[in-house]
């Protein structure tokens, strides 16, 4: 009897999890002040300040404008004011589509509900939806679209694990993670890869978490290059978890090797400015450091690789310069940081049929798969 009756606990805390919202802010690369919404699916009552001011339904529009503070929504005709922010709460499943002022026209579509406020002088949308809604949306924007369900698996779980171990990242902002590569790339619902959904259901809920059954840093890039790389050869301090190791499976894949080009000018130019005087660099250096690498520059000028990645925009810091004529060439491996899991190599071994588990375990050191609302049952 007793087994049963913590089944019927366990089921019931599980239900309430998965329905868990979480609060995505929208377009957050960007800066805007107005937004136009259309309704795609269901209906929605528009709220000001908790007060409801009309519904609006599938196939109508509104434009919601950030003034002096405020959030206007003009809407049939009529111009409404809220003092703080306007809340569309679905009255079913409903969807919409958001078209900020300025930027291209957008096909995405959300699913769940929005939420507009002022802030900072510009407008921001925030999208509150389920979990599982947002994993499935995150699938498709970091992976794309062709890829074997076993993989869009990985992703999934990385993805979820990521944002529930992330969720007071933007809480000064008014939401919880944003839309960007600062946090998780997310542009609603998938619209190009059914799999993304289907991946996101056979995985509901599943987490991953360390020894002491704490959620990880679900860290990953595109292509480590042939090898991932400890946390502390990227970051401040090493993790148990992100360990590096070879990686054979990502070597035939598209992002393995790169090559820059700029002209030596420029290059030249560079290293100069990165000097405390203005004597000119000469053209050669070499790359010192296990850990957080540099690019020594007559035993006078010391950059690290990361600086160097992000000044010059390479695809890593994985990397050998050379001179050809009046340029400057920069021929790499990998794209990203390296810690973590290879997107490229996992697709690689999903292709080869590995299991989504195999491969999680593949990239992470003595991580435990387990569903998220069992957490306090093996922490006990």
Known sequence: MRWWIICIILLGTAQSITADPILI?????????????????????????????????????????????????????KNYTSNKKLTFRAEEPSEFKAQPAGHKASSRIYKGELIAFSINGHLQLVNKVDIEDYVGGVIEAESGSGQQLEYYKVQAVISRTYALNNRTRHVGDGYEICDATHCQVYHGKPRHEPLAVKAAAATEDIV??????????????????????????????????????????CLSMPNHQWEKRIPREKWQSYLKQKRSSNDMASADGVIIGEYNPMFCHDSTLYIPLRTMRTDLKLRSTHFNISHQGEEVVFKGKGFGHGVGLCQEGAMHMAQLGGSYEDIIHFYYTDVHLIPRHMLWFFKD
């Open 25 to 77: 802010g929208m377009h957050c690369q960007s800066s805007y002040l107005r937004s136009g919404i259309a309704i795609s699916v269901g209906s929605y009552k528009v709220c000001a300040d908790d007060k409801v001011l009309f519904t609006i339904h599938a196939g109508q529009n509104a434009d919601i404008t950030a003034v002096s503070g405020k959030v206007n929504i003009f809407y049939s005709g």
């Open 208 to 249: 991953i978490v360390d020894h002491q059954i704490n959620l990880i840093t679900a860290a990953f890039h595109s292509n480590c290059g042939g090898k991932t790389i400890n946390a502390e050869e990227a970051w401040s301090k090493p993790v148990s978890y992100l360990v590096g190791r070879p990686d054979t499976f």
